[in-house]
C-alpha cells in the first residue's frame, strides 16, 4: 500500500493535463530572455510540486521561443489609460510615463512589458494595450534651405506650416482657407526626400495640384483618371476614384499599397469624416499602414468633434485612441434607448479648450485675421479640364465661320458669336462652382457668387435654395436692397448670386469673405468691380476671390492674358487697358 504522500502526489500529477505538461518540458529547457518565463522557471525549480495555471501554459508554449525587444525607455501614456492604470493599481500617483525595459510579447492590441510606472519601482511584468501608448511620430532638429525656393518664396506664416508638417510624420493642417495649405505641403514633402507621394483631393483641385507641384520641381506627377493607373513621383487622385485601386478585402493585389508610397496627402479631409462611409474605409485601411501621413482641411477642428475623430485617429493622436472616451470627454456623448436597442447620442461638443491643448502637438490651425504677412485680397485659380461634345461643337461652328468671314467679321460681331461657347463653360461649370461654396460654407463662412448668364444664376440658385439670394437685372431697386439686407444681416443666409453687371457696382457686401467668378467677362473692369463687393470699408477679413477655369478651353487662354496684365495676388483683371484693345488681343488669341 502507497503512504498517503505519495498517493496525495501521483494523483496531483495524474490531475496535470497535457497542456501543463508540455509546458513544464519547455520550461525545464528554457534558456531565452523573456523575463516572466525565467520567473515561472524559477518557481519550478524551487518548488518540485509546482504547475503552471492553464494560462501561464498557454503563455509558455505560444512564447517561448519569441525573443524580447530591448527598449530601455520612458514612453509617455495617453492621460486616459493613465487615470485607468492608476484606479486598477490603486496608484495614489497618476503615472505620466512608463519605462519599457523590455517588450515580452507583442499581441494584436496589447503589449506584455517588463518595467514600471514610477521611477523608484522595481521592474515587473505588466500588460498594457497598445493605445495606451503615445506613439511619437515627429523628428527632431529639422532645417530647411529656402534658397532653393526664391522663385516663388513661401510666406512666414507658411514657414513655420513647412517646418511642422516636416517634423510631424503624422499631422493635420487645420489652417483657415487662403493660407496656402498646398504651396506649404509641397514644399514640406520635397525637403522629407519622400519618393513617391500620394496626393488625394477633390476632383476639381487635382490639376491645381499638378500646377502647384510644378512651380517647385520637375519630378514626374500623374494624374489617375477613371480605371487607369500611371505611377510617378506625384501621384494625384480623387476621392471617388480611390475603389478602383484599393480593395480592403483583397489588399495584396492593391495598387496603391504595391505602390510604395512613403508620404500621403489627404486634401479636404473633412471628406472623410464620416467612419462608416465607403469611402473612408477604403482610405483608413492603406492610409493607416503609410510612415508619413498628413491631412490638410480648412473646417474647424472643434465645431462638431465627433466629425474629427476619424481624422485624430488616423494621425495617431492620443486623444483618439478610445472611442467611448472621446466622445463622453468632447462630445457630451450620452446613451439612450431606440426601442430595444442602445443609441449614442455624440452630436454635442464638450471639453473643446481641453481638446484644442491635447491635440495642438498634431494639429496647426491658424485664422486669416491672425496672420499678419497676407495681402487684403487673395486671388486663387481652380484649374479645371472641361469634357463636353456641345463646348466642342460650338467652337467648331465658331472657327467655321471665321474661316468663312476672315477679317469681315467685326470684333463686335466676333464676340457675340462666341457668346454661345461661353454660355456652355458657365453652365458646365456650376457643380465645380458649388462645390468651391459647399466648401466655404462648411468653414462657417459666406460666399458671393458672379455670373453672366442668367440660366448659370437660376442653377446656383436652385441648389443652395433659402441659403442664398439672388440680385439680377430684372429686379427693382426695393427687391435688389432687400437681397443686399439679407446676406449681410440674416445667419442663415450664405450665399449670395449675382448677375455680374447688376450685381458689381454700387453694393456692398462686406458679409462675404469669399468670391467665386463662375465665368469671366470680357471687360476687366467688370471683375474688378465684382471682387470689392466684398472687399470694402467696413470689412474686417482678408477676402479671398476664387477664379474657377477650363484650362483647355478659350477660358483658359483668357484668363491668362489677364494673368500677364497684372499680378495675380494685387488684381487679375488689368483694368488700365482699354476695353477694345483688351477685346481685340483676346480674340486674336482664340483665333
Known amino acids: 500500500t502507497l503512504s498517503f504522500s505519495v498517493l496525495e502526489e501521483q494523483l496531483n500529477i495524474s490531475a496535470v493535463g497535457v497542456l501543463e505538461r508540455k509546458a513544464l518540458e519547455l520550461l525545464e529547457n528554457y534558456d531565452g530572455a523573456n523575463n516572466y518565463i525565467l520567473r515561472l522557471k524559477t518557481k519550478m525549480l524551487d518548488n518540485p510540486k509546482f504547475y503552471p495555471t492553464r494560462a501561464q501554459s498557454e503563455y509558455i508554449i505560444n512564447f517561448h521561443s519569441r525573443v524580447p525587444k530591448i527598449a530601455k525607455k520612458w514612453v509617455d501614456l495617453d492621460p486616459y489609460f493613465a487615470q485607468k492604470i492608476a484606479d486598477d493599481k490603486l496608484f495614489t500617483t497618476i503615472p505620466q510615463q512608463v519605462y519599457i525595459e523590455k517588450l515580452l510579447v507583442e499581441k494584436d492590441t496589447s503589449y506584455h512589458i517588463w518595467g514600471k510606472f514610477f521611477e523608484k519601482d522595481f521592474v515587473h511584468d505588466f500588460w498594457l494595450p497598445k493605445v495606451a501608448l503615445i506613439r511619437d511620430n515627429t523628428i527632431k532638429n529639422v532645417e530647411i534651405d529656402y534658397s532653393k525656393y526664391s522663385h516663388r518664396p513661401p510666406l512666414d506664416h507658411q514657414k513655420e506650416a513647412i517646418q511642422k508638417l516636416c ?118 485601411d492603406f492610409a493607416s ?45 450620452f446613451q439612450f434607448r431606440a ?42 485659380p481652380v484649374y479645371l479640364r472641361l469634357r463636353s461634345r456641345q463646348y466642342e461643337e460650338l467652337m467648331g461652328d465658331y472657327y467655321d465661320w ?98 455680374i453687371k447688376a450685381a458689381g457696382t454700387g453694393i456692398t457686401l462686406t458679409s462675404g469673405e469669399a468670391v467665386v467668378m463662375n465665368d469671366l467677362s470680357f471687360l476687366p473692369s467688370d471683375h474688378s468691380q465684382a471682387e470689392d463687393r466684398a472687399y470694402r470699408y467696413g470689412q474686417k477679413n482678408n477676402v479671398l476671390v476664387y477664379y474657377p477655369i477650363f484650362d483647355n478651353t478659350i477660358e483658359g487662354i483668357i484668363y491668362d492674358i489677364l494673368r500677364k496684365k497684372k499680378d495675380i495676388f494685387e488684381t487679375v483683371m488689368g483694368d488700365k487697358e482699354s476695353s477694345g484693345d483688351y477685346v481685340e488681343e483676346i480674340l486674336k488669341s482664340i483665333n
Open 167 to 284: 517634423e510631424n510624420k503624422k499631422m493635420i493642417l487645420a489652417d483657415d482657407m487662403g493660407l496656402g495649405k498646398t504651396t506649404s505641403t509641397i514644399i514640406a514633402a520635397l525637403e522629407t526626400g519622400a519618393k513617391k507621394i500620394m496626393i488625394i483631393c477633390p476632383a476639381s483641385l487635382k490639376i491645381n495640384w499638378q500646377r502647384e507641384i510644378e512651380n517647385y520641381t520637375d519630378r514626374p506627377t500623374s494624374i489617375i483618371e477613371g480605371k487607369k493607373w500611371e505611377d510617378a513621383d506625384f501621384v494625384i487622385i480623387n476621392y471617388d476614384i480611390i475603389k478602383n485601386f484599393h480593395d480592403e478585402k483583397n489588399t495584396k493585389e492593391s495598387i496603391i499599397l504595391n505602390s510604395g508610397f512613403d508620404l500621403v496627402v489627404i486634401d479636404e479631409a473633412h471628406y472623410i469624416q464620416n467612419k462608416q462611409a465607403q469611402r473612408t474605409k477604403l482610405i483608413n
Open 289 to 333: 499602414k503609410t510612415n508619413r501621413l498628413w491631412l490638410l482641411t480648412g473646417t474647424p477642428i472643434t465645431s462638431r468633434p465627433i466629425n474629427y475623430y476619424n481624422l485624430l485617429n488616423l494621425i495617431d493622436s492620443p486623444v483618439a485612441v478610445n472611442w467611448m472616451a472621446y466622445v463622453k470627454r468632447y462630445c457630451n456623448g
Open 339 to 380: 426601442g430595444k436597442r442602445k443609441v449614442w447620442n455624440v452630436s454635442g461638443a464638450s471639453n473643446l479648450e481641453e481638446l484644442r491643448d491635447r491635440t495642438k502637438p498634431q494639429v496647426l490651425r491658424r485664422l486669416k485675421e491672425n496672420v499678419l504677412d497676407l495681402p487684403d485680397k487673395i486671388i486663387t
Open 402 to 499: 471665321y474661316d468663312k468671314s476672315g477679317d469681315a467679321g467685326s470684333l463686335t460681331l466676333q464676340f457675340t458669336k462666341l457668346t454661345q461657347v461661353r454660355q456652355c463653360i458657365a453652365q458646365e461649370k456650376v457643380s465645380s462652382t458649388i462645390e468651391i461654396c459647399e466648401n466655404i460654407i462648411e468653414q462657417d463662412k459666406k460666399v458671393i457668387v458672379f455670373t453672366n448668364f442668367t440660366k448659370t444664376l437660376e442653377m446656383i440658385l436652385e441648389h443652395f435654395g433659402k441659403k442664398a439670394v439672388r440680385l439680377d437685372g430684372s429686379m427693382n431697386q426695393r427687391e435688389r436692397q432687400e437681397s443686399v439686407d439679407k446676406f449681410q444681416n440674416d445667419e442663415t443666409v450664405k450665399v449670395f448670386v449675382g448677375n
